[in-house]
């Protein structure tokens, strides 16, 4: 449940911007309806975050590792957070 959740607070946090050359969190119908290309993964991890946060961390390692989009593969917060997400050109 808390997965579900925090998988779900993140997307709903994707309707913030965060600035015009931040990495955007998409679906599985995006990736395919776009024909985006994986080009890796990337994760962070720590203590107690919001999940506007933990986006803000993947958007912003996205970024350093070239990738316009990223989708959220896996997440969890339970007092430490972990996320992982697929990045995409």
Not at 18 to 34: I, K, M, P
């Amino acid at each position: 449940m808390k997965t579900t959740f925090t998988i779900a607070a993140l997307g709903l946090a994707s309707v913030l911007s965060f600035g015009a050359s931040a990495a955007q969190l998409v679906t599985n119908d995006q990736v395919a309806q776009q024909n985006l290309q994986s080009v890796g993964t990337i994760s962070v991890s720590g203590i107690d975050a919001a999940p506007s946060d933990i986006r803000q961390q993947l958007s912003d390692k996205a970024d350093q590792q070239g990738a316009t989009s990223y989708r959220v593969i896996e997440a969890h917060n339970d007092g430490n957070y972990h996320a992982t997400a697929e990045l995409y050109k």
